[in-house]
Protein backbone atom coordinates (compact mmCIF):
# COMPACT_ATOMS: atom_id res chain seq x y z
CA UNK A 1 0.00 0.00 0.00
CA UNK A 2 1.55 3.21 -1.22
CA UNK A 3 1.74 6.10 1.32
CA UNK A 4 -0.04 9.05 1.01
CA UNK A 5 3.19 11.13 2.92
CA UNK A 6 6.51 11.65 0.79
CA UNK A 7 9.58 10.15 2.72
CA UNK A 8 10.92 12.60 5.03
CA UNK A 9 14.50 13.06 5.59
CA UNK A 10 15.28 9.69 4.79
CA UNK A 11 12.62 8.01 6.82
CA UNK A 12 9.30 6.35 5.90
CA UNK A 13 5.95 7.54 7.47
CA UNK A 14 4.82 5.21 9.99
CA UNK A 15 1.49 3.08 8.69
CA UNK A 16 -1.60 2.26 11.41
CA UNK A 17 -4.19 -0.10 11.21
CA UNK A 18 -7.10 1.09 12.84
CA UNK A 19 -9.25 -1.56 14.67
CA UNK A 20 -12.66 -1.87 12.92
CA UNK A 21 -14.74 -1.33 16.26
CA UNK A 22 -14.01 -0.71 20.00
CA UNK A 23 -14.85 1.43 22.92
CA UNK A 24 -13.60 4.47 21.06
CA UNK A 25 -15.21 6.51 19.18
CA UNK A 26 -12.74 8.47 17.17
CA UNK A 27 -9.36 7.48 15.35
CA UNK A 28 -7.37 10.40 17.59
CA UNK A 29 -9.27 8.49 21.17
CA UNK A 30 -7.94 5.08 19.87
CA UNK A 31 -4.12 6.62 19.11
CA UNK A 32 -4.04 8.30 22.53
CA UNK A 33 -5.14 4.76 24.22
CA UNK A 34 -2.53 2.78 22.06
CA UNK A 35 0.15 4.82 22.62
CA UNK A 36 -0.22 5.77 26.01
CA UNK A 37 3.45 6.06 26.91
CA UNK A 38 3.61 9.45 24.80
CA UNK A 39 3.13 12.70 25.26
CA UNK A 40 -0.74 12.78 25.11
CA UNK A 41 -1.14 17.12 24.20
CA UNK A 42 1.76 16.50 21.45
CA UNK A 43 -0.69 13.22 19.96
CA UNK A 44 -3.64 15.93 20.16
CA UNK A 45 -1.63 18.65 18.63
CA UNK A 46 -0.49 16.36 15.56
CA UNK A 47 -3.41 15.76 14.42
CA UNK A 48 -5.10 18.99 15.46
CA UNK A 49 -2.10 20.68 12.63
CA UNK A 50 -3.63 17.90 10.24
CA UNK A 51 -0.21 15.95 10.04
CA UNK A 52 -1.87 12.49 10.82
CA UNK A 53 -3.89 11.34 7.32
CA UNK A 54 -5.94 8.38 6.45
CA UNK A 55 -5.64 7.37 2.44
CA UNK A 56 -5.42 9.52 0.03
CA UNK A 57 -3.92 12.45 2.10
CA UNK A 58 -6.98 12.72 3.52
CA UNK A 59 -6.43 15.09 7.11
CA UNK A 60 -7.63 13.00 10.05
CA UNK A 61 -9.06 15.40 12.67
CA UNK A 62 -9.48 15.29 16.54
CA UNK A 63 -13.08 14.44 15.31
CA UNK A 64 -12.50 11.68 12.37
CA UNK A 65 -14.88 8.95 13.47
CA UNK A 66 -13.02 5.37 14.67
CA UNK A 67 -14.86 3.47 11.29
CA UNK A 68 -14.18 5.86 8.50
CA UNK A 69 -10.62 5.04 7.85
CA UNK A 70 -8.90 1.52 8.22
CA UNK A 71 -5.00 2.75 8.05
CA UNK A 72 -3.86 5.94 8.87
CA UNK A 73 -0.58 7.30 8.28
CA UNK A 74 2.15 9.76 10.43
CA UNK A 75 5.50 10.72 10.62
CA UNK A 76 7.65 9.72 13.94
CA UNK A 77 8.84 11.91 16.59
CA UNK A 78 12.34 10.32 16.51
CA UNK A 79 14.50 10.21 19.17
CA UNK A 80 18.11 11.85 18.38
CA UNK A 81 20.93 9.50 17.96
CA UNK A 82 24.41 9.63 17.71
CA UNK A 83 26.08 9.10 14.85
CA UNK A 84 28.07 5.68 14.40
CA UNK A 85 31.22 6.13 12.93
CA UNK A 86 31.83 4.26 10.62
CA UNK A 87 31.17 5.50 6.96
CA UNK A 88 29.24 3.66 3.41
CA UNK A 89 31.60 3.26 0.39
CA UNK A 90 29.56 3.39 -2.83
CA UNK A 91 30.88 0.73 -5.20
CA UNK A 92 28.14 0.98 -8.04
CA UNK A 93 25.30 3.82 -8.96
CA UNK A 94 23.19 3.87 -12.18
CA UNK A 95 19.71 4.39 -12.61
CA UNK A 96 18.50 1.07 -11.30
CA UNK A 97 21.03 -0.09 -8.65
CA UNK A 98 23.21 1.13 -5.91
CA UNK A 99 25.68 -1.04 -4.43
CA UNK A 100 27.63 -0.06 -1.33
CA UNK A 101 29.92 -1.45 0.82
CA UNK A 102 28.17 -1.38 4.64
CA UNK A 103 30.46 -1.35 7.38
CA UNK A 104 29.67 -3.00 10.15
CA UNK A 105 27.92 -1.69 13.39
CA UNK A 106 25.24 0.03 10.91
CA UNK A 107 21.77 -1.73 10.25
CA UNK A 108 20.60 -2.09 6.88
CA UNK A 109 17.25 -0.63 7.78
CA UNK A 110 15.72 1.69 11.00
CA UNK A 111 14.44 -0.50 13.49
CA UNK A 112 14.71 -0.02 17.44
CA UNK A 113 17.04 2.26 18.51
CA UNK A 114 18.44 2.74 14.99
CA UNK A 115 16.43 5.15 12.63
CA UNK A 116 18.72 8.26 10.92
CA UNK A 117 21.70 5.40 11.62
CA UNK A 118 20.68 3.06 9.01
CA UNK A 119 22.13 2.66 5.28
CA UNK A 120 19.36 3.10 3.86
CA UNK A 121 18.53 6.31 5.84
CA UNK A 122 21.83 7.45 5.23
CA UNK A 123 22.16 6.77 1.60
CA UNK A 124 18.44 8.09 1.04
CA UNK A 125 19.38 11.80 2.38
CA UNK A 126 23.23 11.72 1.01
CA UNK A 127 21.70 10.87 -2.56
CA UNK A 128 18.35 12.77 -2.33
CA UNK A 129 16.50 9.27 -3.77
CA UNK A 130 13.58 8.90 -1.25
CA UNK A 131 12.60 5.90 -3.22
CA UNK A 132 15.73 3.80 -2.61
CA UNK A 133 14.67 0.32 -0.72
CA UNK A 134 17.21 -2.36 0.10
CA UNK A 135 17.02 -5.76 -2.16
CA UNK A 136 18.26 -7.54 0.49
CA UNK A 137 19.74 -7.61 3.92
CA UNK A 138 22.49 -8.11 5.67
CA UNK A 139 22.76 -7.93 9.96
CA UNK A 140 23.90 -5.05 11.91
CA UNK A 141 27.47 -6.82 13.02
CA UNK A 142 28.09 -8.24 9.31
CA UNK A 143 29.74 -6.12 6.78
CA UNK A 144 29.87 -6.00 3.09
CA UNK A 145 28.44 -5.64 -0.51
CA UNK A 146 24.58 -4.55 -0.18
CA UNK A 147 22.49 -3.76 -3.03
CA UNK A 148 19.46 -0.87 -3.17
CA UNK A 149 16.69 -0.63 -5.45
CA UNK A 150 16.82 2.95 -7.09
CA UNK A 151 14.27 3.07 -9.50
CA UNK A 152 10.15 1.56 -8.06
CA UNK A 153 9.58 0.51 -11.83
CA UNK A 154 12.57 -2.14 -11.66
CA UNK A 155 13.04 -3.20 -8.14
CA UNK A 156 10.86 -6.16 -8.87
CA UNK A 157 13.27 -7.50 -10.93
CA UNK A 158 15.95 -7.43 -8.84
CA UNK A 159 14.02 -9.02 -5.85
CA UNK A 160 12.95 -11.73 -8.27
CA UNK A 161 16.39 -12.94 -8.45
CA UNK A 162 17.16 -13.27 -4.62
CA UNK A 163 13.70 -14.86 -4.24
CA UNK A 164 14.51 -17.65 -7.11
CA UNK A 165 18.23 -17.64 -5.76
CA UNK A 166 19.82 -16.74 -8.81
CA UNK A 167 22.27 -14.68 -6.56
CA UNK A 168 25.95 -16.29 -5.62
CA UNK A 169 26.96 -14.56 -2.81
CA UNK A 170 30.27 -15.36 -1.10
CA UNK A 171 31.13 -14.39 2.32
CA UNK A 172 34.64 -14.28 4.52
CA UNK A 173 35.14 -14.92 7.85
CA UNK A 174 38.02 -14.95 10.57
CA UNK A 175 37.51 -17.93 13.25
CA UNK A 176 40.30 -20.23 14.92
CA UNK A 177 42.07 -22.81 12.99
CA UNK A 178 40.64 -26.34 13.52
CA UNK A 179 43.03 -28.89 11.85
CA UNK A 180 40.73 -31.60 12.34
CA UNK A 181 37.93 -30.18 10.34
CA UNK A 182 38.01 -31.66 6.99
CA UNK A 183 37.58 -28.73 4.84
CA UNK A 184 36.30 -27.82 2.02
CA UNK A 185 32.53 -29.18 3.79
CA UNK A 186 29.27 -28.53 3.17
CA UNK A 187 26.99 -28.37 6.31
CA UNK A 188 23.71 -28.95 6.27
CA UNK A 189 20.79 -28.35 9.35
CA UNK A 190 17.66 -27.71 10.08
CA UNK A 191 17.33 -23.76 11.85
CA UNK A 192 14.76 -22.18 13.33
CA UNK A 193 14.03 -18.57 14.74
CA UNK A 194 11.41 -17.53 17.09
CA UNK A 195 10.11 -14.18 16.87
CA UNK A 196 10.27 -14.04 20.70
CA UNK A 197 14.32 -15.37 21.46
CA UNK A 198 17.25 -13.64 20.08
CA UNK A 199 19.29 -16.60 18.53
CA UNK A 200 18.59 -18.78 15.93
CA UNK A 201 18.50 -22.67 16.77
CA UNK A 202 19.27 -26.17 15.40
CA UNK A 203 16.71 -28.35 15.45
CA UNK A 204 16.02 -32.29 14.61
CA UNK A 205 14.89 -32.52 10.96
CA UNK A 206 14.34 -32.19 7.21
CA UNK A 207 17.38 -29.44 6.55
CA UNK A 208 16.32 -26.16 5.52
CA UNK A 209 19.92 -24.52 6.08
CA UNK A 210 22.88 -25.33 3.71
CA UNK A 211 26.75 -23.42 3.97
CA UNK A 212 29.61 -24.56 2.14
CA UNK A 213 32.51 -23.73 4.35
CA UNK A 214 36.51 -23.75 2.29
CA UNK A 215 39.35 -22.89 4.27
CA UNK A 216 41.50 -20.00 2.32
CA UNK A 217 44.74 -19.23 4.44
CA UNK A 218 45.82 -19.28 8.32
CA UNK A 219 48.08 -17.54 10.23
CA UNK A 220 48.77 -17.65 14.19
CA UNK A 221 45.96 -19.88 15.04
CA UNK A 222 43.62 -17.90 13.02
CA UNK A 223 42.37 -19.31 9.45
CA UNK A 224 40.18 -17.46 6.79
CA UNK A 225 37.21 -18.91 5.23
CA UNK A 226 34.73 -18.54 2.49
CA UNK A 227 31.49 -19.15 3.36
CA UNK A 228 28.94 -19.60 0.54
CA UNK A 229 25.04 -20.03 1.59
CA UNK A 230 22.78 -22.06 -0.27
CA UNK A 231 20.01 -20.70 1.98
CA UNK A 232 19.40 -17.57 3.84
CA UNK A 233 18.15 -18.15 7.17
CA UNK A 234 18.77 -15.37 9.63
CA UNK A 235 22.63 -16.33 11.17
CA UNK A 236 22.96 -19.00 9.48
CA UNK A 237 26.61 -18.46 8.63
CA UNK A 238 27.16 -17.68 12.21
CA UNK A 239 25.49 -20.18 13.38
CA UNK A 240 26.92 -22.65 10.79
CA UNK A 241 30.30 -22.08 11.88
CA UNK A 242 30.04 -22.56 15.54
CA UNK A 243 28.70 -25.84 15.25
CA UNK A 244 31.67 -26.94 13.91
CA UNK A 245 33.81 -25.63 17.09
CA UNK A 246 35.17 -22.39 14.61
CA UNK A 247 32.74 -19.73 16.15
CA UNK A 248 33.46 -16.58 14.08
CA UNK A 249 35.67 -14.14 15.96
CA UNK A 250 33.86 -11.17 17.98
CA UNK A 251 31.02 -12.78 17.79
CA UNK A 252 28.57 -11.76 20.86
CA UNK A 253 25.89 -14.44 20.20
CA UNK A 254 27.02 -17.76 18.74
CA UNK A 255 28.36 -20.28 20.02
CA UNK A 256 27.50 -18.59 23.79
CA UNK A 257 25.53 -15.56 24.16
CA UNK A 258 27.67 -13.00 25.61
CA UNK A 259 26.05 -10.50 28.36
CA UNK A 260 24.53 -7.38 26.52
CA UNK A 261 27.54 -4.57 26.06
CA UNK A 262 28.01 -1.00 24.22
CA UNK A 263 29.41 -1.68 20.48
CA UNK A 264 33.43 -1.99 20.88
CA UNK A 265 34.31 -0.26 17.79
CA UNK A 266 37.62 -1.76 17.93
CA UNK A 267 36.07 -5.41 17.66
CA UNK A 268 33.83 -6.00 14.95
CA UNK A 269 32.00 -9.38 13.89
CA UNK A 270 35.11 -11.05 11.87
CA UNK A 271 32.38 -11.46 8.81
CA UNK A 272 31.83 -9.93 5.74
CA UNK A 273 30.04 -10.27 2.65
CA UNK A 274 33.05 -10.39 0.03
CA UNK A 275 31.15 -10.56 -3.43
CA UNK A 276 27.58 -11.08 -5.25
CA UNK A 277 27.49 -12.37 -8.30
CA UNK A 278 24.06 -12.32 -10.99
CA UNK A 279 23.34 -12.10 -14.39
CA UNK A 280 21.72 -8.84 -14.44
CA UNK A 281 17.70 -8.83 -15.41
CA UNK A 282 17.79 -5.83 -17.13
CA UNK A 283 20.69 -6.00 -19.72
CA UNK A 284 21.75 -9.57 -19.17
CA UNK A 285 24.77 -8.80 -19.00
CA UNK A 286 27.30 -11.16 -15.77
CA UNK A 287 27.95 -8.80 -13.08
CA UNK A 288 29.77 -9.13 -9.68
CA UNK A 289 30.32 -6.63 -7.23
CA UNK A 290 33.17 -7.05 -4.57
CA UNK A 291 34.05 -5.52 -1.40
CA UNK A 292 36.62 -3.22 -0.75
CA UNK A 293 36.57 -3.95 3.15
CA UNK A 294 39.17 -6.42 4.88
CA UNK A 295 39.02 -8.07 7.81
CA UNK A 296 41.03 -6.74 10.22
CA UNK A 297 41.84 -9.45 12.66
CA UNK A 298 43.79 -11.54 9.60
CA UNK A 299 46.33 -8.96 9.38
CA UNK A 300 47.60 -7.56 5.98
CA UNK A 301 47.57 -11.37 4.19
CA UNK A 302 46.05 -10.69 0.52
CA UNK A 303 42.37 -11.26 0.18
CA UNK A 304 41.17 -14.18 -2.38
CA UNK A 305 38.42 -13.66 -4.90
CA UNK A 306 36.02 -16.22 -5.99
Known amino acids: MTSPLPVRNGVNATRLRLPDEGHWDT ?15 GIVERFERGEVVGVGGVPITPQTPLNEHTFIWYYRELPEEHRIPVELDILHLDENLLVVDKPHFLPTTPGGMFVAESALVRLRVLLDLPDLVPIHRLDRMTAGVLLFAVDPLTRGKYQTLFEHRKVRKTYEAVAPLNTDLELPATVRSRMFKSRTYLLSQEIEGQPNAETRIELLDSYR ?61 LSGAPVQYNSRLQLREFGTHPVSHP
Do not use: C, W
Request: hydrophobic share 35%; aromatic share 10%.
Open 27 to 41: AMEYVLKRFNHVDPD
Open 221 to 281: GLGRYRLEPHTGKTHQLRVHMASQGIGILNDRFYPTLLEEAPDDYDKPLQLLARSIKFTDP
